[in-house]
């Protein structure tokens, strides 16, 4: 035996009778004010890692010694030092020794 119910009847049957039947709304056509975008904080300074270089510099053989600090924007220790030795020398200092390489971040 074939019983034809209709959507609300088969609604109410299985969820109970207070539950509204669903109706689609329609939505009112309103043009939304475009919104503004965030703004990015200009921040200034360096953000990225560096290594800061510090060497013991000196223009005669055993003679006075001088403190040199250099920072670098490289990655590579390598590399860092390097470019300390090489400011060194267009400083005209001739002996050089490496004290440390220090990550800086800020």
């Given at each position: 035996m074939a019983i034809d119910l209709s959507e609300e009847e088969?609604?109410?049957?299985?969820?109970?009778?207070?539950?509204?039947?669903?109706?689609?709304?329609?939505?009112?056509?309103?043009?939304?004010a475009p919104s503004p975008t965030p703004?990015?904080?200009n921040t200034t300074g360096n953000h990225s890692p560096?290594?800061?270089?510090?060497?013991?510099?000196?223009?005669?053989f055993e003679g006075d010694v001088d403190v040199?600090?250099?920072d670098s924007s490289s990655l590579s220790k390598?590399?860092?030092?390097?470019?300390?030795?090489?400011a060194a020398r267009k400083k005209k200092y001739r002996y050089i020794e490496v004290v440390s390489i220090e990550s800086t971040s800020k």
């Open positions: 088969m609604r109410k049957a299985l969820f109970g009778a207070g539950v509204e039947p669903i109706v689609p709304k329609q939505a009112a056509a309103t043009v939304d703004r990015t904080k560096s290594l800061r270089v510090t060497l013991h510099v000196s223009k005669e040199f600090v250099h390598l590399v860092a030092e390097q470019e300390a030795k090489s």
